[in-house]
């Protein structure tokens, strides 16, 4: 099966812990990205990189970084999380200008 | 700066009818994709219509169509024949050709369809 697979679906965490997510794509795709979705249903850009240079860095604090070992893999650390920083993460994928092919998202919630 | 507005939050329409969600969008690129995702309520993002800023055409799939109006920097999204399974929120989203590829969305809009 071709797509986008994030780990885990959901998390639960306390304040000052850290957290990791993972984002596998095996669509053959060059280029991966980090959104957040907040509770207002927002879509905002975080990271994306491409061939596994980062490419894009929104403003977001210091305590959120992303890691790529290959094209087909970017995972989003986040040290010491905030309860600001519940919300759905997705992570997605695409091929020059294509459209993007999302994963099912992490869900996290801290307490 | 490049930005996306859909100022409907949400629309309620019955059964097999047709529905028109807008989109308005901001850029300073001469060149640049257009997009229309679906979230369901599972939270499932799916991509579902394009229209490339060159193409004067509307693109049209399936009972999805697009009102582009680049003048007024519009994409509309038009479902037909509308099924309660459309019932999801509405995402416009645009990609400009220069600018690394991010793809920025607009806010959203929940549509519901009625029995």
């Known amino acids: 099966e071709t797509a986008v697979f994030q780990t885990p679906n959901y998390h639960v965490t306390q304040v000052g812990n850290e957290v990791s997510f993972n984002c596998k794509q095996t669509?053959?795709?060059?280029?991966m990205y980090w959104y957040k979705q907040d509770s207002k249903k927002l879509l905002k850009i975080m990271f994306s990189y491409n061939n596994k240079q980062l490419i894009v860095n929104e403003t977001v604090p210091r305590r959120f970084s992303p890691q790529s070992s290959d094209k087909a893999h970017l995972n989003l650390r986040i040290k010491s999380v905030e309860p600001e920083d519940s919300a759905v993460y997705l992570c997605?994928?695409?091929?020059?200008?294509?459209?993007?092919?999302f994963g099912s998202g992490t869900r996290l919630l801290v307490i | 700066a490049q930005k996306v507005t859909q100022t409907q939050t949400s629309i309620s329409v019955v059964e097999k009818t047709t529905v028109t969600m807008d989109c308005v969008y901001e850029t300073r690129d001469s060149s640049y994709f257009l997009f229309w995702y679906k979230q369901t309520a599972s939270g499932e993002i799916v991509f579902l219509i394009r229209?490339?800023?060159?193409?004067?055409e509307n693109a049209t799939v399936g009972h999805y169509s697009l009102n582009f109006q680049k003048p007024k920097s519009s994409i509309g999204l038009i479902i037909t024949a509308t099924q309660i399974e459309d019932s999801a929120v509405y995402f416009c989203a645009m990609r400009e050709n220069y600018n690394q590829g991010k793809l920025i969305f607009g806010q959203g809009t929940k549509l519901s369809i009625k029995p």
């Open positions: 997605a994928s695409s091929l020059g200008h294509s459209d993007y092919t």
């Open positions: 669509l053959g795709h060059d280029t």
């Open positions: 229209q490339d800023s060159y193409k004067k």
